[in-house]
């Protein structure tokens, strides 16, 4: 995940990005580039809302993924 020329952030299999364009309109504030061959699966606003009525697992997840990254970057 880049800003700009800065990297912030690399994932791996299993890890997802972009979830705070699924909780408010705001434009994109990164990019994410692939380092090689990889599967993804998108998801908009709309069918995000209502994956969280069907499982709410998926939110409560979502949610503390935010909060341990919210964690780092105040460590940083």
Avoid: H, W
Wanted: aromatic residues 10%; charged residues 30%; contains cysteine.
């Amino acid at each position: 995940i880049f800003n700009g020329p800065q990297l912030l952030a690399t994932f791996g299999k299993g890890d997802f990005f972009g979830e705070l364009a699924l909780l408010d309109a705001e434009p994109r504030s990164a990019a994410a580039v692939a380092q090689g061959a990889v599967t993804a699966f998108r998801l908009d606003q709309e069918d995000f809302y209502d994956v969280m009525e069907e499982r709410p697992e998926v939110l409560r997840n979502i949610l503390r993924v935010l909060c341990q990254r919210l964690r780092r970057q105040n460590e940083a």
